[in-house]
C-alpha cells in the first residue's frame, strides 16, 4: 500500500518534538524524504545525517509512487520505489529489455 502524504513538521502546537519512525515518507517544500533510519528529533530533511533521504525522480512528466513496508509491493510500474523498515534498505522497480525486478539503491 502506498504511504500517504505527511507534510514534515518539526515541533507540535506546544513546541514539543514531533518523533518520525524508520520508513516513514513526509513532504517539506514540494519534495519527499524517507526516514532511513529513527531521525534526529526537530531535524529537518534537508539536514545531512538527520536520518532523512530525499526520494526524487529526475524525470519529468512520470509519475513515481513511493511505497514502505516489509513486503514488495505486487502493482507496480518500473521507477516506483520501495523502502524495506526492517532492512533500512530502499529499492527501485526496474525494466530491462528482457525483465523487471526490484534492484536496491540505498
Given at each position: 500500500?502506498?504511504?500517504?502524504?505527511?507534510?514534515?513538521?518539526?515541533?507540535?502546537?506546544?513546541?514539543?518534538?514531533?518523533?518520525?519512525?524508520?520508513?516513514?515518507?513526509?513532504?517539506?517544500?514540494?519534495?519527499?524524504?524517507?526516514?532511513?533510519?529513527?531521525?534526529?528529533?526537530?531535524?529537518?530533511?534537508?539536514?545531512?545525517?538527520?536520518?532523512?533521504?530525499?526520494?526524487?525522480?529526475?524525470?519529468?512528466?512520470?509519475?513515481?509512487?513511493?511505497?514502505?513496508?516489509?513486503?514488495?509491493?505486487?502493482?507496480?510500474?518500473?521507477?516506483?520505489?520501495?523502502?524495506?523498515?526492517?532492512?533500512?534498505?530502499?529499492?527501485?522497480y526496474i525494466?530491462d529489455t528482457?525483465?523487471?525486478?526490484?534492484?536496491?539503491?540505498?
Open positions: 500500500m502506498a504511504s500517504s502524504p505527511t507534510i514534515f513538521k518539526a515541533a507540535d502546537a506546544f513546541g514539543r518534538c514531533i518523533s518520525y519512525n524508520k520508513g516513514d515518507i513526509v513532504y517539506k517544500k514540494g519534495e519527499a524524504y524517507i526516514a532511513t533510519r529513527i531521525p534526529d528529533l526537530c531535524k529537518s530533511p534537508e539536514h545531512k545525517g538527520s536520518g532523512w533521504e530525499p526520494l526524487s525522480s529526475e524525470r519529468t512528466g512520470i509519475t513515481v509512487t513511493y511505497f514502505s513496508g516489509t513486503s514488495p509491493p505486487s502493482r507496480v510500474t518500473p521507477g516506483d520505489e520501495w523502502f524495506n523498515p526492517d532492512t533500512g534498505k530502499l529499492y527501485k525494466s528482457d525483465s523487471e525486478q526490484w534492484v536496491q539503491i540505498y
